[in-house]
């Protein structure tokens, strides 16, 4: 049978990491797809897996007082879509919708909690990781927020 | 320094000063609040040729002139279009300007963004919102010469879908195949299938190679800032890394000072300059 080792090493988020680590992480991941329209998550779900994208395309919505559903970003391949997982109490805070089929791994959250628990090497590695993805995402909705293309009388 | 205005003289016959007459073939809406001028010569026929990134002074009479960069093909030289966001007087009386109006025109100034210096390069053209005008004559070069470029992709980025300029056009050379083109915009609504995001988060994923890569960036000065960060993130150096600025302007011809910028007159020494070159102003708050 092929393992995802392979296909977790070449994915952005986890290049690089130590075999050991990548060893640990493959007992709490699977392979997953989810077809045009649906709803990987929604907001207030427990948030019991985070994903890392292969294929396709997924929308981050939330409901806007003015504009309905607004979707705040959108992930691709090479991204991490979640990481309520992390954090108490472990719920989403957002809707995430399948705008193109999507290819992707699931990691389960309790299994990889645990094992970063047991193991605080590799929960510090994840954590680089994650604090690497909680600052780009910190720094691009800082300059949504700049609405830097409005004119500014 | 880049291309000057030297290289590139103000009709052979005209008075840098003095505006020529041009006759508004047609207005075209791209957006609410944005339009595109195509104008012909009113008073002969002589093409008018210019480099990408270089802007003409367009004169409403009775109202007053402004800076507007040309983002026609250059090799297109008997129409000479400009897209135009209607943000105060003269851009707004420009906006009623109806087929057949005239209005004067000076120019073309400035420095050109140099598409020969990226000649055997991977080419990034990072344009957001309004930003996309003087860079189109960028991409009409490269294409017409495609086979002389590395990877060339165009990385996009808008307030909302609403507001992307040249749709049809964008969608035209999303379909080449020698071409990558990524759009995003910042905020979405459930009819847009495509990207959501600032426009910098495209540049990790854009395909080129960071030490052999000119990225060509205009837009809003905070959204050039944060480009210029994650183009140096991947690799690309300051001196491949090119940029059009914007002051307010009088003259356009280095007379007046109006558009001092530290040492530099945007008007004549800019508006493209590579990142190296002002780098030190840049960083300065309120210039
Ligand atoms: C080299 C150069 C090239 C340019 N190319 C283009 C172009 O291709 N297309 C284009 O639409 N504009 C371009 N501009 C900007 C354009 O010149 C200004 O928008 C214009 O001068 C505004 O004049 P106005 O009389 O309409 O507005 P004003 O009455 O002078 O200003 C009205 C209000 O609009 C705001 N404002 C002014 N300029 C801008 C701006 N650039 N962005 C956001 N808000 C602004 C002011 O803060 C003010 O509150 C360029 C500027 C330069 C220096
Ligand atoms: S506009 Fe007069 S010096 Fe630049």
Not at chain 1, 62 to 71: C, F
Request: aromatic share 10%; with cysteine; net charge neutral.
């Amino acid at each position: 049978m092929q393992t995802l080792e392979p296909i977790l090493a070449e994915h952005p988020f986890l290049q690089g990491l130590a075999p050991e680590y990548m060893q640990l992480l493959v007992s709490c991941a699977s392979n997953v797809r989810f077809n045009s329209g649906e709803y990987i998550f929604q907001t207030g779900q427990a948030a019991d897996k985070f994903y890392i994208v292969r294929q396709g395309k997924v929308a981050l919505e939330t409901p806007s007082p003015t504009h309905g559903e607004l979707t705040i970003l959108t992930v691709g391949p090479g991204d991490v879509l979640g990481w309520s997982w992390l954090v108490s109490p472990y719920r989403w805070h957002f809707d995430a919708r399948v705008l193109e089929v999507t290819r992707a791994i699931a990691f389960d959250a309790r299994c990889l909690r645990d094992k970063c628990d047991a193991n605080h090497d590799l929960g510090y590695e994840m954590m680089k990781r994650f604090a690497q993805v909680f600052i780009e995402r910190l720094e691009a909705t800082r300059l949504q927020l700049l609405d830097v293309y409005a004119v500014h009388t | 320094m880049l291309s000057t205005l030297d290289s590139f003289p103000a009709r052979a016959d005209a008075h840098p000063m003095q505006p020529r007459l041009y006759r508004a073939h047609k207005r075209h809406r791209e957006t609410p609040d944005t339009f595109t001028l195509e104008l012909e010569a009113a008073q002969d026929d002589a093409p008018f040729t210019f480099a990408p990134g270089q802007f003409n002074m367009l004169y409403v009479f009775g109202v007053g002139e402004v800076p507007i960069s040309i983002c026609g093909d250059p090799k297109r030289s008997n129409l000479l279009l400009h897209t135009t966001r209607d943000v105060g007087m003269v851009t707004h009386a420009l906006s009623r300007i109806k087929r057949g109006d005239v209005i004067g025109v000076r120019g073309p100034f400035g420095t050109g963004w140099d598409v020969e210096r990226a000649v055997t390069r991977d080419v990034l053209i990072v344009a957001g919102g309004i930003g996309l005008a003087p860079l189109r004559p960028v991409l009409y070069s490269i294409l017409a010469q495609r086979e002389r470029f590395g990877h060339v992709s165009l990385l996009y980025g808008a307030r909302m879908p609403e507001e992307l300029l040249y749709m049809p056009e964008l969608q035209k050379w999303r379909a080449r195949l020698d071409l990558d083109v990524a759009v995003t915009v910042d905020r979405g609504t459930r009819h847009w299938r495509g990207d959501v995001g600032v426009v910098t988060t495209l540049i990790p994923k854009a395909a080129c190679d960071p030490a052999r890569t000119t990225a060509f960036v205009c837009g809003p000065e905070v959204m050039m800032r944060f480009t210029i960060f994650e183009l140096q993130k991947r690799g690309v150096s300051d001196e491949n890394i090119v940029l059009s600025m914007e002051r307010n302007m009088k003259c356009g011809i280095g007379l007046c000072g109006h558009c001092q910028w530290g040492p530099h007159f945007i008007c004549r020494q800019g508006p493209v300059f590579r990142y190296n070159e002002i780098r030190d102003w840049f960083a300065l708050k309120e210039i």
